[in-house]
T-cell receptor, first 112, second 111 residues
Framework: DAGVIQSPRHEVTEMGQEVTLRCKPI?????LFWYRQTMMRGLELLIY????????DSGMPEDRFSAKMPNASFSTLKIQPSEPRDSAVYFC??????????FGPGTRLTVT | EDKVVQSPLSLVVHEGDTVTLNCSYE??????LLWYKQEKKAPTFLFML????IEKKSGRLSSILDKKELSSILNITATQTGDSAIYLC???????????FGKGTKLTVNP
């Protein structure tokens, strides 16, 4: 199995630009999670989907952030407009059942 | 508010030492506690604990949960430089698939 796939692996953009991060979960997994990791705040859950439906988006910081999961094999996290404080590593994870989540390699986002 | 607290935040040891990492939690409707290891990339799964007092073991690593004390420890014996990583503790709540993560313990093992 290829594991959770994320793209791009690195993204450098200027403040105000739109950023789209992509994730392909492990085939057969029905839940998908988006996390953000920073030195200050650690690993924080932004949003998660079950069977392509958003279940909990309470971690999404503000309206500039949005996430979609149009089908079982693809999800996006979009930031528009981006700001320097959005710089972080964004992880996608998937699971078949409660508990053991499998993480992707992450996207390191730098907003200048 | 649900929270997971790990200690120490960082630890530096020499190869061969034994280390104990701590995790305490305050969550509503506890279901399980998980340990992950994060090197330079994504967190990788180590253990999932649901029952108090039952040790889980994998090679030199072991972990145990104490539901009465709302805590868990991760032990690593005969540490190696390859054990250098951030160790993350997470708690899962019943009725939800959310994991609440601690900020991690950064372990450095020097040769």
């Amino acid at each position: 199995d290829a594991g959770v796939i994320q793209s791009p692996r690195h993204e450098v953009t200027e403040m105000g630009q739109e950023v789209t991060l992509r994730c392909k979960p492990i085939s057969g997994h029905n839940s998908l999670f988006w996390y953000r990791q920073t030195m200050m705040r650690g690993l924080e859950l932004l949003i998660y989907f079950n069977n392509n439906v958003p279940i909990d988006d309470s971690g999404m910081p503000e309206d500039r952030f949005s996430a979609k999961m149009p089908n079982a094999s693809f999800s996006t996290l979009k930031i528009q407009p981006s700001e320097p404080r959005d710089s972080a590593v964004y992880f996608c994870a998937s699971t078949t059942s409660q508990g053991k989540q499998y993480f992707g390699p992450g996207t390191r986002l730098t907003v200048t | 508010e649900d929270k997971v607290v790990q200690s120490p935040l960082s630890l530096v040891v020499h190869e061969g030492d034994t280390v104990t990492l701590n995790c305490s939690y305050e969550v509503t409707n506890f279901r399980s506690l998980l340990w992950y290891k994060q090197e330079k990339k994504a967190p990788t799964f180590l253990f999932m604990l649901t029952s108090s007092g039952i040790e889980k073991k994998s090679g030199r690593l072991s972990s145990i949960l104490d539901k009465k004390e709302l805590s868990s420890i991760l032990n690593i014996t005969a540490t190696q430089t390859g054990d250098s990583a951030i160790y993350l503790c997470a708690v899962e709540q019943g009725g939800s698939e959310k994991l609440v993560f601690g900020k991690g313990t950064k372990l450095t093992v020097n040769p």
